[in-house]
Each structure stands twice: as C-alpha cells, then as structure tokens.
C-alpha cells in the first residue's frame, strides 16, 4: 500500500479533528488520485487552499500523488507563499459579490445592509448555489464543507462562527471589505438598490406618522419596497458601527 504525508497550515486546521491538527499525517492509498481529490478526503474543502508544496516544490489540483510523497498544504491567508510559482488560488474578483446558503439567512440581511450585492433565498438548492457562484463568479458563503467541494465552485468560503454577529465580522475581516462599506443602498428583502424616491409620489402608501414627520424616502427598484428612517434606524446604525469597528 501506498502512503503520503500531508501537513496542513493555519485555518486549514479548522476542519481536521483534534488529533490531526498541526501535525504531519501518513495518508495511505491503494490507487493514485489526484491532490485535489486527497486535500477534500480530510474534509477541506477546495477553495479554502491557495498554495500546495509536494517534496518542496509547488503543484497545481491536478498533481497525482506519488508513493512516498511529502505534501505542504496552505490557506488563503497566507500571503507568504506568493513567491511559489504555482498557484490553486482563483484570481481576485474584480467586483466583490455573493451567494449565500439557506442556513446564513440573517449573515446575508447583515451583507445587504452594509452595500455588498448579496444573494439569497431560502428554497436554494445546493446544485443551484454552485451554479451560480461559478456563473457568476459569486463567493459562496456556506457552512456546508461538501457544498463547496463541488467541482465547479472556485470562489467559496466555510463560514466559521455560528453566531450572526460573529460571521459578518468573519467575513468582513476575511475578505478585507471595510473600504467597500456603503450601507443602506441595497434592499434588505431582495438585495435590489435603492434610488430616492419623491415624498409626493407615494404618499398614498405611507403610515400616517409617517407621512407627517418623515420627508426623505428610497425605493427598490427591484420590488418596489420603500425605505425610510424610521425608529430602527438608529439600532441598524449601531449595528454597521460596531462591525466596522472592527477592522
């Protein structure tokens, strides 16, 4: 039987049990695969890999791994191992937008309001996501380590934390988006942009309160929803606040 030894890196860590954790495994195998197909046998999903090391020099997903072979895997983070001449990791978007998993529902809302393009919806299917993500070169967002191990996704990333207010932060800080921050231009229901609307124009579907003490509006252009600044807005303040304060 045939066996090769991997060690993992930084995050990579995050989806190995404890005993694997920042240690050298022996890996054995009866028939020759490729790295890709090895990396993902340990739970780690492809995207999450930027640089791949076999006997000290760099490989691409398609290596087929030798007997006897001593193999480094490193995560997106690090930014070290740019000098290496081979690279797994996807070209940077030019345009930072996403899709996001039926579980990540109140982490898409959080994206919205903060500007970013942003889709979900909670009948996606795991097939449709993936397809979108790879047709529209969308960074999918998902907890789902064997969603983002299907072939056609490039861009995707294992959100971590459980809690909402944590994983806008994780993505915010993984992504390095506090410079693209412009809240309250996307609709929150259907991730649609905002344009100002005229008070007088939609008077008719205004609350009564509303009407008489508020004169500035915005409108989905997607699904029409009005927006104004109402009591929670100060709350969604806070909350854009405190998130990016966390750069």
Known sequence: ?????????????????????????????????????????????????SYIEVNGKSVDFSYLVQDGDTIDVYPISATD??????????KPLSVICFVVDIHLGKLATSLRLLGFDTLYRNDYKDEELARISSLQNRILLTRDRGLLMRSIVTYGYYVRNTN????????????????????????????????????????????????????????????????????????????????????
């Not at 066996?3 to 009866?30: G, M, W």
Request: proline share 6%; with cysteine; hydrophobic share 40%.
């Open 1 to 49: 039987m045939a066996s090769a030894s991997f060690l993992f890196y930084a995050e990579l860590n995050d989806f190995l049990p404890s005993h694997k954790k920042q240690v050298r495994i022996a890996h054995c195998f009866t028939e020759r695969a490729s790295i890709k197909d090895m990396i993902e046998s340990f739970g780690i999903p492809h995207p999450e890999v």
């Open 81 to 90: 191992r740019a000098t290496s001449n081979i690279s797994v990791r996807p």
């Open 164 to 247: 909402p207010q944590l994983q806008i932060v994780e993505v915010m800080q993984r992504f390095n988006l506090y410079k693209l921050v412009a809240p309250f231009q996307r609709c929150l229901r259907c991730n649609g942009l905002l344009e100002p609307v005229a008070k007088e124009s939609i008077i008719d579907e205004l609350p009564e309160t509303v009407r008489l003490y508020t004169h500035e509006f915005h409108r989905c252009q997607n699904c029409n929803q009005i927006y104004w600044k109402g009591s929670h807005y100060e709350r969604l303040q806070q909350f854009i606040d405190l998130v990016v304060g966390n750069e």
